[in-house]
């Protein structure tokens, strides 16, 4: 079992993450805020792990929400039948709601922790590769708006992150290389040697190797934990974990959520990102190349839908939170492990390259 630790003051945290810890209560209770909890989940993983989490809560007053699958499901609809459970349980300020699942309950979840009475105690138990190298860490909540990705949401973060490695088994194939889209990331934005790491191993990854796994969750969550302890509420280095995210957000919002993965449209859109630092004379044509040859051996597209148009894509894009001054900033690349935020990009050269994806 490792501890790494999320250091913000009187709200640090730490993430745990090791084999088997889903039905270790001893772990979860000091991080609980009374007797009543709720644990939100959905109708794959609770199957699967909710009896796990409830046997190791029974001395606690619980409540159990399982919603339906899916990322068309991350919106305010849905976000309302937590509170109207919430409200049916008497729940109080002193509750503590509990995600049981990946990125879209944990985002859920999260949001609802942050808004009820204002504020209530939140545990993350992310069940995806993605969730836990990425979303269960940092205190990022959000719904979908049919306009735009994460567009209604809060900073919340939680008092303890638990990730279970061992849950990871009865992931899809297509699910892992969705979160490695993640982990790829973190070497691509600050990490050259774990990118090297990555183009050696990624086989043993595919193929669920427990120590390869546990490796990337604790490098992932040491990478997010620090840029999130500097930088809590994105005004400046956090912005460059979205590398791709832009692209890759214009991509979930034009196809329909759900239609395409989280990690896939990332996948995509860092190779635009990637191909528009190379257009820019800024990123090595070779370190391109290899950008787009990692994610395609993790089993990740690098081309998106060709139905979405260049303006398509400027519409879904003017939306981005990292919009200033009515320009759209974008994460781009230097090299393998160095990214900045861009805005004076030529506009020609971002026209270039949505005309070349969309076919
Ligand atoms: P997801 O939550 O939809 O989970 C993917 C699928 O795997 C779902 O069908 C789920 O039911 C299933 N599943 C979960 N755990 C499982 C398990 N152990 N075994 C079998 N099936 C399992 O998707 P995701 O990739 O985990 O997360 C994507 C979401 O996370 C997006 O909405 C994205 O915007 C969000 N996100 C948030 C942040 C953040 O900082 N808050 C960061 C990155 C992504
Ligand atoms: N996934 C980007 C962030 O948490 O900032």
Not at 87 to 107: F, K, P, Q, W, Y
Request: include cysteine.
């Amino acid at each position: 079992m490792a501890t790494l630790n999320v250091d913000l003051g009187e709200r640090s945290y730490p993430i745990i993450v090791g084999a088997g810890l889903l039905g270790d209560g001893a772990l979860l209770s000091p991080y609980l805020a009374g007797d009543e909890v709720l644990v939100v989940s959905n109708d794959t993983v609770a199957p699967l792990y909710l009896d796990r989490v409830t046997a190791s809560l029974k001395d606690r007053h619980l409540s159990c929400q399982i919603l339906p699958d899916g990322e068309q499901y991350k919106n305010l609809e849905t976000l309302q039948t937590i509170f109207d459970t919430l409200l049916e349980n008497h729940c109080s300020r002193d509750t503590t709601l509990i995600a049981l699942g990946g990125g879209v309950i944990g985002d859920l979840a999260g949001f609802a922790a942050a808004c009820y009475q204002r504020g209530i105690t939140f545990i993350q138990l992310p069940t995806t590769l993605l969730a836990q190298v990425d979303s269960a860490v940092g205190g990022k909540t959000a719904v979908n708006h049919p306009q735009g990705k994460n567009m209604i949401g809060a900073f919340h973060q939680p008092t303890c992150v638990l990730s279970d490695t061992q849950t990871l088994a009865t992931l899809e194939p297509r699910q892992l290389s969705a979160g490695l889209a993640e982990v790829i990331k973190y070497g691509l934005i600050r990490d050259t040697a774990f990118f090297n790491w990555l183009e050696v191993n990624i086989e043993k990854l595919l193929a669920f190797d427990p120590q390869a796994l546990e490796h990337v969750i604790i490098e992932s969550c040491r990478h997010k934990a620090q840029v999130v302890a500097r930088d809590e509420k994105e005004v400046g280095e956090r912005a460059l974990l979205n590398l791709g995210h832009t692209f890759g957000h214009a991509i979930e919002a034009a196809t329909g959520y759900g239609n395409w993965l989280h990690g896939e449209a990332v996948s995509v859109g860092m190779v635009m990102a990637a191909t528009l630092s190379e257009k820019m004379g800024r990123l090595e044509k070779d370190q391109c190349a290899r950008v787009r040859e990692l994610l395609i051996r993790a089993g990740l597209p690098v081309t998106p839908p060709r139905d979405i148009s260049p303006t398509d894509y400027l519409t879904h894009m003017a939306l981005d939170k990292k919009v200033s001054a009515g320009r759209i900033r974008l994460v781009l690349l230097d090299a393998i492990g160095q990214a900045r935020l861009v805005s004076d990009y030529p506009d020609s050269l971002l026209q270039d390259v949505l005309y070349e994806f969309a076919g």
